[in-house]
């Protein structure tokens, strides 16, 4: 079987907010079908190199193409589902009639949208009002969602945090399944341990991809099965290149 091609390719990809350089030369593939973390401390970026592959971000150098086209591009809405760290959906509705509305932009059908509530364990609650459910599962009815569009290309900001560790297995396996039939999902975490969900990892750390290696390399590279400890131990060894990356950036500051 032929390999698949990558289904995001960023190149040079700098981002900076409020004269503020966010995003600092990034160069990395994200295989299709494919589960890939993006870790990182708080801070590091995770969020901001989300925004550009979905195209809500602005890049100030560099390219990101997705799914074969630049970022952004309008052929991209229905191939592409992004849930942020902040859950997206209307309070005052059922958790039903919030799928079916996000459904019905992307032609979901009746089934579609009662897989995607049955996806994240939501069928008891379908006819709750959203204003009513807890912190979790107000959290789940935003990936209900965005499962609902059956998008090629699923972007997740943290989406397991504030789960129970029963509730975050089963997204875990059920990201598994999406990826075995083809989805690619990014999935964000500071949660160390959740990494060995993923085939890829992108570690990030002060705007720059420190690396990017499979859970059993972080472990071989940091010396360590502690994946928490094998990151650290990875910062430990490049700190001292980003210190001369900022330097320089610090120079270029300075003459640009
Ligand atoms: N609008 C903005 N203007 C200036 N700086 C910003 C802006 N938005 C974010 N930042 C800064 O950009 C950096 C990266 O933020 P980002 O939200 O991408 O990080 P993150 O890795 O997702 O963090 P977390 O895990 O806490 O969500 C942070 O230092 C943040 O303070």
């Known amino acids: 079987m032929s390999p698949l091609p990558a289904a995001i390719e960023a190149t040079g990809l700098h981002v900076s907010r409020s004269r503020t350089k966010i995003l600092r030369g990034l160069n990395f593939t994200v295989d299709a079908g494919r ?6 401390p708080s801070g590091s ?9 979905v195209g809500v971000q602005r890049v100030t150098r560099g390219t990101v193409t997705v799914l074969g086209r630049p970022a952004g591009s309008a052929p991209l809405r229905h191939d592409v589902g992004y849930v942020t760290q902040g859950a ?13 509305y996000f459904g019905a932009m992307h032609g979901a059908t009746a089934a579609d ?3 995607a509530i049955a996806a994240v364990g939501l069928e008891s609650l379908a006819r709750q009002k959203a204003a009513d459910l807890s912190g979790g599962q107000f959290s789940r009815v935003s990936l209900a969602c965005a499962l609902v569009a059956h998008p090629q290309l699923l972007v997740l900001d943290e989406p397991t945090v504030g789960l129970d560790p029963v509730l975050r297995a089963e997204l875990w396996e059920r990201f598994a399944a999406m990826a075995a039939t083809g989805t690619t999902l990014l999935v964000s975490s500071h ?3 959740e990494a060995s969900h993923c085939s890829s990892l992108l570690l990030l750390r002060d705007g720059l991809l420190l690396a990017q ?3 059993t390399e972080l472990a071989q590279r940091g010396r360590s099965e502690d994946l928490e400890r094998a990151f650290l131990t990875i910062i430990k060894t490049v700190e001292p290149s980003i210190d001369g990356a900022k330097r320089g950036q610090e120079e270029s500051q300075v003459t640009s």
């Open 113 to 115: 949208v009662a897989e």
């Open 213 to 215: 290696l499979t859970p």
């Open 35 to 40: 589960i890939t973390g993006l870790l990182g």
């Open 191 to 193: 949660v160390m341990e």
């Open 45 to 53: 970026g995770k969020t901001t190199l989300m925004r550009v592959i």
């Open 88 to 100: 997206s959906v209307y309070a005052d509705l059922s958790v039903e009639a919030n799928v079916r």
